[in-house]
């Protein structure tokens, strides 16, 4: 590898802001940002969304398929329909 042309690699602390979680990563992101952690300083970074508050991961995403879709057709529109008289 050519010296002097890649991005400085270390440990970079992460901060889900809306779960209040702290990740230790290593990363090439720039900041100016400091905190520490665990005794040692650390470039810091806060993020909104990660693993730990993202509906995929947690789990608390809305789940269509539980039942088939003829079946929620008829819940909406069942009563519409109605029975034919012959």
Known sequence: MKPGIHP?????????TSADEYFKVGSTI??????ELEGTT?????IEV????H???TGKQKDFSKEGSTARFNQ???SFLGKKKS
């Open 76 to 78: 909406r529109f069942g």
């Open 30 to 35: 720039k900041t100016d940002r400091t905190i």
């Open 42 to 46: 650390f470039p810091y970074i806060t």
């Open 50 to 53: 990660s693993s730990q508050s």
């Open 8 to 16: 400085a690699y270390r440990t970079v602390v992460f901060h889900d």
């Open 55 to 57: 509906p995929y991961y």
